[in-house]
């Protein structure tokens, strides 16, 4: 059996060699940290963009709902004796449309009636959807505020009145609302959510009965 001589058995890296290595196995680590931060920052980016598309479709979603189970009921105002049709659209600073909507869940058996007076309004801090625990409310009778969706410039309402023809106020009819107007109620309602990130989003609602 052949042995190497000593001095080629007890060879070892020289330093030459070991700086090379380690030159290698840095640009290595930095080009995987660098994929790694590249991929976690894309995937951020996606749950992001996920998020938002779930916001935006409960928001869609709820709206769609409301919008579908309008029902034919005035409520009295607060202040008085003033009576607020069923629809009550482009007559009031703070809400671009109030209406009252049936299908209120009551799975807690509470003394109250399935029907929920429901406004929309927009402000700083996104869309937002106000209901009244009660109908025919007083003064002291505070909305249940619920932020719907974030990013939101402004929201648009038309309705579509007994002629086929679209409006953007509700009553359609001109002049003091009588009993009959109080409780009309459109054939259908588009909804324009013009956001921050997308843009316009329509939405054509028919309104049920």
Do not use: K
Request: hydrophobic share 45%; glycine share 8%; proline share 6%.
């Amino acid at each position: 059996m052949m042995r190497c001589p000593p001095s080629v058995a007890a060879r070892g890296f020289t330093l030459l060699e070991l700086l090379v290595a380690i030159a290698i196995f840095a640009i290595l680590g930095t080009l995987a940290l660098s994929g790694y931060t590249e991929l976690q920052r894309q995937s951020e980016y996606v749950e992001q963009r996920l998020a938002r598309v779930r916001e935006v479709q409960r928001a869609v979603q709820l709206i769609v709902q409301d919008m579908s189970q309008i029902e034919p009921r005035p409520v009295r105002e607060g202040l008085g004796e003033v009576r607020v049709p069923a629809v009550a659209a482009g007559g009031s600073v703070e809400y671009p449309m109030q209406f009252t909507r049936a299908g209120w869940s009551n799975t807690a058996g509470l003394a109250r009636p399935t029907l929920q007076r429901v406004a929309y309004r927009v402000d700083g801090e996104g869309l937002w959807r106000d209901h009244w625990p009660t109908l025919d409310r007083t003064m002291t009778v505070e909305p249940v505020r619920l932020r719907l969706l974030g990013g939101v410039r402004s929201v648009r309402f038309r309705f579509m009145a007994p002629d086929r023809t679209w409006v953007e106020r509700w009553p359609a009819s001109e002049g003091a609302p009588t009993a009959a107007v109080e409780r009309q109620r459109p054939a259908a309602v588009e909804v324009i959510l013009d956001l921050d990130d997308w843009g316009e989003i329509r939405r054509l609602v028919e309104v049920g009965g």
